[in-house]
């Protein structure tokens, strides 16, 4: 845990990248040099209003497109991922991969977030596009000792094990399959 806040996405409206710059403009109000770093990973055409947002703000840093190596050590060094789509988000699979590497996350309320973050267990969710809320949800995990977030953390990871093996998902596949057969 570098102490930094990750957001890896396509930076488009839905994906909720300006309530989160916005929010971060808020923490950095309130904790100023002690506002933790936000680091952005990603492109798309609210790219240059990312750049400025890191221009304006020393708590937040663009890393551009990253990949590979590059974004499996910002994973595992980041003190949680944010995801906070405005949108009704199907899945988000940026979850997985911060649970892949023992990190909580801190997400929206919508669509299949809500059935893969578990609020105060593997994260917290807030309502989409609420930037006071999404400055809530960071004041908190910041509030949290270490061990605390670990525990977050490998919290997503047991539920990632257990959701997402092939068994699990033949499983429910199964079940899907004798609940539309048995309504013949």
């Not at 957001?7 to 990248?17: D, I, M, P, Q, S």
């Not at 309530?19 to 109000?29: K, N, V």
């Not at 933790?36 to 708590?59: C, D, F, K, T, W």
């Not at 994260?123 to 989409?128: A, E, Q, T, V």
Request: some cysteine; hydrophobic content about 45%.
């Amino acid at each position: 845990d570098a102490g930094y806040y990750l957001f890896l996405a396509r930076l488009v409206e839905v994906k909720g990248v300006e309530p989160l710059l916005q929010a971060w403009a808020m923490l950095r109000e309130q904790l100023g040099e002690l506002t933790p770093e936000l680091r952005i990973g990603g492109e798309g055409p609210l790219e240059e209003m990312v750049r400025s947002a890191a221009a304006a703000n020393p708590s937040v840093k663009f890393l551009g497109m990253i990949g590979g190596d590059a974004k499996h050590e910002a994973l595992a060094r980041c003190r949680a991922v944010m995801v906070p789509s405005t949108w009704w988000e199907p899945l988000g699979l940026v979850v997985y991969e911060a649970y892949d590497f023992g990190k909580p996350v801190l997400a929206a309320r919508s669509g299949g977030l809500i059935e893969t973050v578990a609020q105060g267990a593997s994260g917290r969710l807030h309502p989409p596009g609420d930037t006071r809320a999404i400055m809530q949800d960071v004041l908190a995990m910041e509030a949290m000792g270490p061990e605390a977030r670990a525990t977050m953390g490998q919290t997503g990871r047991a539920w990632l094990l257990k959701e997402t093996s092939v068994t699990a998902w033949q499983d429910q596949f199964d079940a899907i399959l004798d609940r539309a057969l048995s309504k013949r």
